[in-house]
């Protein structure tokens, strides 16, 4: 490895942290560049574990100039993260089972071949095809338009490229990689918001966290919104396939929905013609505020859960696409502050949220990869301890119309 890759060593001993050797791959302040960029334990020598961790740049079609940062777990996870699209997972894998979908949308699309306001605001979905993609954070939900303005699909923070990039792993056991990410919604009299994102990943592990501050850095007060939309499809997704959560109400996002509410905790196979079907959530959460929702699949022996506080998330989107395997049979599991209704609705029913001159929001997931019946029994019943007694309120009627 080159001396010149390795940017800055920290000795961070302060307050109990971990002493980390850090590399800044972007860094737009210092003109900072990296390009393709590899490092691996062995290069680290650390025995245990091994671990590596690339960054590619993508060529060719609508992925020119894109980036993937690739950590690799020989005994754990595969975690494919993509700096220029808002520091979103493309896909994880590990243990026989992959965290992702098969989108017809196969290259990652750079954003400068996006045109988010295309197709009446759903031009987002040119680019979709992401495990983890954030929906956020000036606003998110579905286009709507609102004081001359059109609020396009999911927001902006989703295809926009990180202004800075580092990644650091600790000097000692358990040798934790973390990558942190830097994202502007900077507009000249509008917002200046700034999420600093943050994936925390140990060796050999079958989960990772995230952890992401956004900040208000404007003068004035200003709205926000998230949804942090996680997608899951084969080979978890499947006829039979279960959904689970413990739940206070659930509801139909539209009239379309109403039909499956009956069967909103189980999954159909990929089916022709099946339009999304899309149920509100309102979690119910255990102590210190946190709970989980996941998708397991038919024989119960793999799975995807999403660890989640309900202080910063206090919502929870279910979203159900299983039509074709070309169309993209995927299902959504989508904590967040917010429904996928137009911002407009949510500003009525008082679920967007603001942010104080300098006042920061902190968000806290954690995806666990589900590859066992021991697994899957241990969120059951993890889910069925905060269910408790409760009875799940199925209500029938949506709770607003677009």
């Known amino acids: 490895m080159k001396k010149a890759l390795i940017l800055s060593t920290l000795a961070l001993l302060i307050s109990g942290q971990v002493a980390a050797k850090t590399w800044v791959l972007t860094d737009t302040e210092s003109n900072t560049e990296q390009g393709n960029w590899h490092i691996s334990s062995h290069q680290l020598n650390i025995k245990s574990s091994p671990f590596s961790i690339e960054q590619t740049v993508l ?10 940062l690739v950590i690799k777990s020989q005994n754990g996870l595969t975690i494919t993260l993509i700096p220029t699209r808002g520091m979103d997972i493309l896909h994880v894998e590990g243990f026989g089972v992959r965290m992702g979908w098969d989108s017809p949308v196969k290259e990652v699309v750079n954003p400068a071949y996006m045109n988010l306001e295309s197709r009446n605001g759903l031009g987002w979905l040119e680019g979709f095809n992401e495990m983890m993609v954030r929906c956020g954070y000036e606003w998110t939900g579905h286009p709507g338009t609102a004081d001359g303005q059109l ?7 989703g295809n926009t490229p990180a202004s800075k990039v580092e990644v650091s792993v600790s000097d000692s056991a358990p040798y934790t990689i973390t990558v942190r990410g830097l994202l502007k919604e900077s507009t000249f009299k509008k917002a200046d918001l700034q999420t600093q ?5 140990v060796p050999g592990s079958s989960q990772f966290s995230i952890h992401d501050v956004l ?5 004035y007060d200003h709205d926000y919104q998230i949804i942090y939309h996680s997608n899951f499809g084969q080979p978890i997704l499947e006829e039979g396939a279960q959904f689970l959560a413990p739940i206070a109400q659930i509801s139909p996002f539209n009239d379309y929905a109403k039909k499956g509410l009956s069967t909103w905790q189980t999954y159909a196979g990929p089916t022709k013609g099946f339009d999304e079907m899309v149920f509100n959530i309102a979690p119910l959460s255990g102590a210190n505020h946190q709970t989980l929702a996941a998708v397991v699949n038919k024989a119960g022996n793999k799975g995807a859960a ?13 979203w159900k696409n299983t039509d074709t395997l070309k169309q993209g049979y995927v299902t959504g599991i989508e904590p967040g502050t917010s429904y996928a209704y137009p911002v407009t609705i949510e500003r009525e029913q008082k679920r967007v949220k603001q942010l104080a001159p300098g006042q920061s929001a902190h968000f806290d997931l954690t995806y666990q990869l589900l590859h066992s019946a021991n697994d899957v029994n241990q969120i059951k019943q993890d889910i069925a301890t905060i269910q408790g007694d409760q009875k799940v309120e199925e209500v029938s009627t949506p709770m607003a119309k677009e």
């Open 151 to 157: 609020y396009t699909l999911h927001g902006k923070a």
């Open 215 to 219: 900040t208000n850095k404007g003068d």
């Open 197 to 201: 994102t943050e994936l925390q990943y």
């Open 59 to 68: 060529h060719g079609g609508k992925q020119e100039g894109s980036k993937l």
């Open 306 to 318: 999403i660890h989640f506080n309900t202080t910063q998330l206090p919502v929870l989107t279910l």
